[in-house]
C-alpha cells in the first residue's frame, strides 16, 4: 500500500473517510502510466467518466476538469514522480478530495495502488454513504485502469 515516502504529499489522514485498495495489472507500468497520465484520453476507458480535459502537460501545478455522476471537479496536481507516484486534489460541492496513486513495477507487471481522502461538510453529512461512494468508485477506477492496459 501507499508508503510513506518523506516529503510526499499524502492525504489528509485526519479526514473522515480514507479508502485505500490496490490491483496487480498485467502490463508494464509504461502502460499504465501512459493511460493513468492521460486524462483527456479517461472517458475512452472509465466507465464512471461523463467528460475528462487536461489542456496542459501532466505535471505539478497544473489542473484539470472532470466529471462523475454529474459532480464537476477540478483536481490541481500536486506530485509527479515519472512512473511511480501522482498526487492530486481539490474541493468539488462540499467535499475536499487528496488522491495519491503509486505504481509498482513487478516484472512484466505492475502493482497499481491508491488512497483517497474526503473531507467537508457533504462528507461529514453522511459518513456511511461517503464511503460507500469513494470506495465504490476506487474499485470501478482500478478496474477499469486494469482493464484498458491489459
Do not use: C, Y
Not at 24 to 45: I, K, M
Not at 87 to 104: D, L, R, S
Not at 106 to 114: S, Y
Request: glycine share 10%.
Amino acid at each position: 500500500m501507499i508508503g510513506g515516502d518523506a516529503g510526499a504529499v499524502d492525504v489528509d489522514r485526519g479526514a473522515p473517510v480514507i479508502v485505500a485498495d490496490e490491483i496487480v495489472v498485467e502490463a508494464p507500468v509504461a502502460v499504465v502510466w501512459a493511460l493513468h497520465t492521460d486524462v483527456s484520453g479517461w472517458t475512452s476507458w472509465r466507465t464512471d467518466i461523463d467528460a475528462a480535459e487536461l489542456t496542459e502537460p501532466f505535471a505539478e501545478g497544473a489542473t484539470f476538469h472532470w466529471s462523475t455522476g454529474g459532480l464537476a471537479i477540478a483536481s490541481t496536481i500536486k506530485e509527479v514522480r515519472s512512473h511511480r507516484r501522482t498526487a492530486w486534489g481539490g474541493p468539488a460541492a462540499g467535499i475536499v478530495g487528496v488522491h495519491v496513486w503509486e505504481f509498482t513495477p513487478e516484472g512484466k507487471r505492475t502493482r497499481v495502488a491508491t488512497v483517497e481522502s474526503w473531507a467537508g461538510p457533504t462528507v461529514e453529512g453522511d459518513l456511511t454513504q461517503a464511503n460507500i461512494m469513494l470506495a465504490g468508485h476506487i474499485t470501478t477506477w482500478l478496474r477499469d485502469l486494469k482493464r484498458a492496459a491489459e
